[in-house]
């Protein structure tokens, strides 16, 4: 079953969170099977390396964050979809080194290597980080996107359904998953091993759907003491999991404001 770490709180603005690093050495060797894997305001959410228990505040904007992920060592990138801009963020002196400008507006971010995609309901862009190429991709679709071995993962909600898909970096579609578990997604994050894990905001939920997004199974639930949730995010080297979440549990956005941190088994 999964291991819960502990509550992080969190407050308007971007902040850094460490958490000991005796807390998630219990690592384990084999691959799970999908179904074999046990049961202030947080609008975005990225793990970062294990460091003593701490809380940081790195900088603040005055456009709000919609997305976040880990680019590389001590550079995060914050989406301002609203502005069309993502922000590289360097956690580490506090300050932003470089805004990238997009052409749309867009909800999502991911970065994977050198490359780094940002998402709408409309399309998605997909950026090389190296030149700043951009390539707009028209077919790829979604509210919450992820990269994983050069490949787009992306959810989104429409008529009242949600559905999971994969792209290739062109944005050839591979496949599109959907089951009644995953109702208004809120967050996608990938772990090492190509398992997809959702934030199930109607059922309140986290779902994992299989690397060949053929099947699926619910993983934690409102029993588990989530509510609400709102974003999820996955260290893949550590395999931590981070679950933001509403603690009031009446779905008031200026309650976001905590997370719980699970260590998945096998991960």
Excluded at 57 to 76: A, E, H, M, Q
Excluded at 159 to 184: A, L, M, P, Q
Aim: glycine content about 4%; aromatic content about 6%; charged content about 20%.
């Amino acid at each position: 079953m999964l291991t819960r770490l502990g509550i992080l709180l969190l407050v308007s603005t971007l902040l850094l969170f460490k958490l000991k690093t005796e807390e998630a050495q219990q690592l384990a060797t084999n691959i799970p099977d999908v179904e074999k894997i046990k049961p202030l305001r947080i609008y975005a959410a990225t793990t970062v390396q294990l460091q003593p228990l701490l809380c940081e505040k790195i900088v603040r904007f005055s456009d709000i964050p919609l997305d976040v992920c880990y680019v590389r060592t001590n550079t995060v990138a914050v989406a301002l979809g609203s502005v069309n801009k993502t922000a590289l963020v360097d956690v580490e002196k506090n300050r932003v080194i470089k805004i990238v400008r997009l052409s749309h507006k867009f909800d999502g971010v991911a970065v994977d290597d050198n490359m780094m995609v940002v998402s709408s309901d409309e399309k998605s862009t997909l950026i090389n980080l190296n030149d700043m190429c951009c390539t707009i991709l028209q077919g790829v679709r979604a509210n919450h996107i992820s990269l994983f071995k050069g490949n787009l993962y992306g959810v989104i909600d429409e008529n009242n359904e949600s559905r999971v898909s994969c792209y290739k970096n062109n944005g050839e579609h591979i496949w599109t998953f959907t089951h009644r578990e995953i109702d208004e997604a809120r967050g996608l994050a990938l772990d090492k091993n190509g398992c997809h894990y959702i934030a199930s905001s109607n059922n309140n939920s986290i779902v994992v759907v299989s690397p060949d997004g053929k099947r699926c199974s619910s993983i934690l639930s409102e029993h588990d003491g989530i509510h609400w949730l709102w974003s999820i995010d996955i260290n893949t080297e550590s395999g931590l999991m981070m679950v933001p979440y509403d603690s009031s549990g009446e779905w008031d956005t200026e309650s976001f404001d905590s997370a719980f941190v699970y260590k998945i088994p096998n991960v």
